[in-house]
């Protein structure tokens, strides 16, 4: 017999443990959770390429201020007036092999290195570097009248950039391609020292300014085809063709002697070939030195004898005393008195 409580009832069994019945997701159900889902992985997605797009439109500003873009601009809005060129003769450019080279390597491989251009004072864009690509474009253009050569990949600076970097940025990539002859590097700091935007210097000063980068030679000899073309360039009419030792042995005789200038301005401007002109100067340089006149110098003479204890050493405007007298200690108008004396005799005799 079981006993029972105190309060008279017994304890209530414990249910035995039963099977839950799982529950199945229904087709509806399983489309709102691949919904869900979806949603999600899309909001992820298009936050994360709002964040890419931020950051690559914070790199194109960054690339854009730093005037890294490239851009393809009309042939027709690029003017090439307000830099001087760095070459000289650009119609012989225009027209040489090395041009209708660059055009066959353009015309089958397009164009693979960009020019560069600035805004000018009237908000023109302006040409800095790339001159020959861009002739080589224009004149496809003019030839075939294919769109292809209707517009150049081109650089455009930003920001306000100093006047004289422009023309260090037009003559680097020549000079560095050793493309550049002396006469045409000197001409560009004979065009800077003129232009009223570059500030100090003479030309022979900007040439270290323009060319910093090369051998301190050579910017010695850049300088004296300055001094040459300062003095002759307006009738010099190959100055291209003048090697490096004739241009700086030119400058160098016209420095040891100007006035020999006018004769060989007179000599050059007669020339009619471009060997006439290396005749002429190779026979200025070769030409003998007139010595200049010397008036002879009569050599001073020299008398010395003795008067008693007294050494007398006379020469051409001196008389020289020498004794054991101290003429220090003598009275002054007894000095003078001897002096009267002694001009006197000489007078006299």
Known sequence: MVSKNKFGFDAVPTPAPTSRKSRSVGPMGAAVREAAESLQEATDAKVAQRRQNAEDAKA?????????????????????????????????????????????????????????????????????????????????????????????????????????????????????????????????????????????????????????????????????FVALLSQVGDVLQWPKSVSRNVGVDVARALKADPSRADGLRASLAACATEEAQGHVLSAFVTAPKVAAPTTAVKPKQKVEFHVGDIKVTARDGECRIVSKSDYASMPNDVLAKAIRAFEAALKDG
């Open 60 to 224: 194109f500003r960054a690339a854009s201020e730093a005037g890294l873009l490239l851009v393809a601009l009309p042939l027709g809005d690029i003017s090439t007036t307000d830099l001087p060129r760095d070459r000289l003769d650009l119609e012989a450019v225009a027209a040489s092999d090395e041009m209708e080279e660059l055009k066959s390597s353009i015309r089958l491989r397009g164009q693979k290195e960009p020019i560069e251009v600035y805004r000018g004072e009237d908000g023109t864009l302006q040409l800095k570097k790339g001159w020959r690509r861009l002739t080589a474009l224009t004149q496809l253009f003019d030839e075939t009248g294919d769109d292809a050569f209707a517009t150049v990949m081109a650089r455009v600076e930003t920001g306000d950039v100093d006047r004289m970097a422009r023309y260090v940025d037009m003559v680097e990539e020549n000079v560095v391609r050793e493309d550049l002859s002396f006469a045409e590097m000197a001409q560009v700091a004979i065009a800077a020292a003129a232009d009223p935007s570059v500030d100090g210097d003479d030309a022979e000063a900007l040439v270290g300014r323009l060319y910093g980068a090369l051998h301190k030679m050579k910017r010695s000899y850049i300088r004296s």
